[in-house]
Each structure stands twice: as C-alpha cells, then as structure tokens.
C-alpha cells in the first residue's frame, strides 16, 4: 500500500509500505493491505513503518490519518 506522511512544512515520506503502526488518540492501531477505510486521530508518539522487512520509526507530534483503497495519508503536525 501507498503511505504519504506529511506536515505543514515538507513531505516527510513516500513510498509502498507492508504496514503501519499509528499512534491513535484512543491507543495505538495498525493499517495493513486492504485495511477498512479509515480516519483517525493521532496523539504524540512513535509512527511505524515496516517495507521489505525493514522497519523505520518516527515520532509525530499529533495529527490525523487516512486510509481508504491502499492509500494512507498521515497529516502530522510535526516529525522528529
């Protein structure tokens, strides 16, 4: 699936993922392939990506998410 991270000053990342582990205001959750289409909340934490077997983590500073059709779009406010 398609995941786009961005925040209001640059696209943080592009690419096809296997999964994603969100950090939800309501705790975290994880979209994978074909994953129900979705919007969601984030609180403060860390944001998972695993591609290829390799898994690469950020940390956002809240944000909302979007996942519908293998696309997932994450607004985050900031990420370090």
Known sequence: ?????????KKVYAGVV???I???????????NNHAPIVSTLAKGNLV?????K??????????VE???NKVLVLA????
């Open 1 to 9: 699936m398609n995941l786009e991270i961005i925040t209001p000053d």
């Open 18 to 20: 296997d999964s994603v």
């Open 77 to 80: 406010e900031s990420v370090a």
């Open 49 to 53: 990506i695993e591609a290829n077997g």
């Open 55 to 64: 898994k690469e983590t950020f940390v956002v500073d809240g944000g909302v």
């Open 22 to 32: 969100l950090p939800g205001s309501n705790g975290g959750f994880q979209i994978l």
């Open 67 to 69: 996942a519908a059709k």
